[in-house]
């Protein structure tokens, strides 16, 4: 049974407002990812996630990630909506940060604005922003939202949210 949403406070969309199954749009935030002193993508092109219970994952342009940085992954998963992933790491220096990025190369037609745009979990980098503030990472080890206070929860990830 999903919990009880959490008070909506002004300026904020309660992430159970949010569609079952997902939808994708496009949003004109200031997404920034920034980790060992070098900004490793940069976008105001995002497109977001937004599925009930999930604060919003964030799809960077391939060209607004920084050059060089990614290399791809071992393995994939499948996601009933969007379809097949694949998964990106991001290479620093000598610093190899493991599958902290996915895409889909050939997703649903519902999805199909996602192609080759690349979403990155919050966690593994030194600072996520979206407009300037530092998004919090999304309980749990699969799911990649990023939650600001512009989203009242709970969110789905953590401990005893499996059957939300």
Same mark, same amino acid.
């Given at each position: 049974?999903?919990?009880?949403?959490?008070?909506?406070?002004?300026?904020?969309?309660?992430?159970?407002?949010?569609?079952?199954?997902?939808?994708?749009?496009?949003?004109?935030?200031?997404?920034?990812?920034?980790?060992?002193?070098?900004?490793?993508?940069?976008?105001?092109?995002?497109?977001?996630?937004?599925?009930?219970?999930?604060?919003?994952?964030?799809?960077?342009? +391939? #060209?607004?990630? !920084?050059?060089?940085?990614?290399?791809?992954? @071992? &393995?994939?998963?499948?996601?009933?909506?969007? %379809?097949?992933?694949?998964?990106?790491?991001?290479?620093?220096?000598?610093?190899?940060?493991?599958?902290?990025?996915?895409?889909?190369?050939?997703?649903?037609?519902?999805?199909?604005?996602?192609?080759?745009?690349?979403?990155?979990?919050?966690?593994?980098?030194?600072?996520?922003?979206?407009?300037?503030?530092?998004?919090? +990472? #999304?309980?749990? !080890?699969?799911?990649?939202?990023?939650?600001? @206070? &512009?989203?009242?929860?709970?969110?789905?990830? %953590?401990?005893?949210?499996?059957?939300?």
């Amino acid at each position: 049974m999903p919990p009880k949403p959490d008070p909506v406070q002004s300026g904020q969309r309660s992430v159970w407002d949010f569609p079952r199954p997902a939808i994708a749009e496009l949003c004109d935030a200031h997404i920034r990812i920034q980790h060992r002193g070098m900004i490793v993508a940069e976008t105001r092109n995002a497109i977001c996630t937004c599925e009930t219970s999930h604060p919003p994952s964030y799809y960077i342009p +391939p #060209q607004d990630v !920084a050059p060089g940085l990614l290399r791809r992954a @071992s &393995g994939s998963s499948f996601c009933e909506w969007k %379809g097949a992933a694949s998964y990106w790491d991001v290479v620093i220096g000598d610093e190899v940060l493991q599958r902290v990025g996915w895409s889909y190369a050939s997703p649903s037609a519902s999805f199909a604005i996602l192609r080759n745009h690349i979403a990155f979990y919050a966690g593994p980098f030194d600072r996520c922003t979206v407009n300037g503030e530092t998004a919090i +990472p #999304q309980p749990g !080890a699969f799911y990649g939202g990023w939650i600001t @206070s &512009g989203f009242a929860g709970p969110f789905k990830g %953590g401990p005893g949210t499996m059957g939300w």
